[in-house]
């Protein structure tokens, strides 16, 4: 069985998720790029949010508010998710389709650029037990950089589109975003602060946790 065939397979044994589907058909309709999580890695951050009792979750590209969901469904208590997204129209659609999935109000979407919105949570003297990177590639290492700083002992640091659609293994690709998730790739397999293992399906997903 190829990979292919192992993901569709995977899929068919999950009935459809229609809070999930409907937040698709949003992004769809607003003419978004269509480049939500995997849902079998969204249901993985659900649980990784839920097994590790993750209280302060920090998403890195928000999106329609996709992965937003995936992760404040894990949330346990007084769990709260903070999402952080350049565009103010993205941000109004994951805004609303996080409240539309009953999270107003432990979830927020700030706008601005995710380098500085990380630095000024680093001023603030700012902690998390969980990050989730998923915006631009060309920027992916700084984003990790900025989570080691946030982060605690036992934080979880995942990175989607480890593959980034082939460029990430194909040496003739070079432009900035392959050669940004390759640095990413390769601080997440060998910084000796962490501990990880990279998931080979769909557009492949790192999962590191912080020594
Ligand atoms: C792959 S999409 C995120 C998908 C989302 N995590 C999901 O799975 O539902 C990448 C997002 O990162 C945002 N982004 C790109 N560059 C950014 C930056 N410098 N700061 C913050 N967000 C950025 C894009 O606008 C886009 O919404």
Redesign the pocket.
Known sequence: MDSDNGVWYAESLYPPDEQLQRVLNSIRESGMPE???SPGYGRLLTLLVQMTGARSVL??????????ICLARGLTGEGRLLS????ED?AGLARENLQQAGFADRAEVRVG???KSLDSLLEAGERFDFFFI???KV?APEYLERALLLAKPGTIIVG?NAFYHGKAYNPENNGPGAIGIRRFNERMASDPRLESTLLPAYDGMTIARVK
């Open positions: 480049i939500s999580v998403e890195i590209g928000a999106l329609g508010g996709y992965s937003g952080l997204e350049l565009r993205y650029d995710a380098l998923d915006a631009d920027h989607d």
